[in-house]
């Protein structure tokens, strides 16, 4: 069994800043990409960010510059740094893991449960 847990949501204002985290736990081989994705009301669940296991990282364009992503190989968790968050950032948001269980396994993505965040003044 895998379990992401993504926390850190919140209500802030527009400039404000918060801190994603999501932490793997369970049976895990190893764990390649990690990356966030979100979700606004009636639309579909986009990429925010990814992280390799070598910290190689791409970013939507629309939070490059306001946005980091990092990882702690060694603790399974991917961190999500926002900053300058703007209205349209309103969304939930789950982190995403790329993972083998077993050394002969197949490579599997699991996700988190979703953290809210809300960007309102």
């Known amino acids: 069994q895998v379990q992401l847990v993504d926390t850190g949501g919140g209500l802030v204002q527009p400039g404000g800043s918060l801190r994603l985290s999501c932490a793997a736990s369970?049976?895990?081989?190893?764990?390649?990409?990690m990356g966030w994705y979100r979700q606004a009301p009636g639309k579909q669940r986009d990429v925010v960010a990814v992280?390799?296991?070598?910290?190689?990282?791409t970013y939507a364009n629309s939070v490059k510059g306001r946005f980091t992503i990092s990882r702690d190989n060694g603790k399974n968790t991917v961190y999500l740094q926002m900053n300058s968050l703007k209205p349209e950032d309103t969304a939930v948001y789950y982190c995403?893991?790329?993972?083998?269980?077993?050394?002969?396994?197949?490579?599997?993505?699991?996700w988190g449960q979703g953290t809210q965040v809300t960007v309102s003044s």
């Open positions: 992280i390799t296991s070598g910290g190689s990282t």
């Open positions: 995403n893991a790329d993972l083998k269980r077993t050394v002969g396994g197949p490579r599997s993505d699991y």
């Open positions: 369970g049976s895990i081989f190893n764990i390649y990409a």
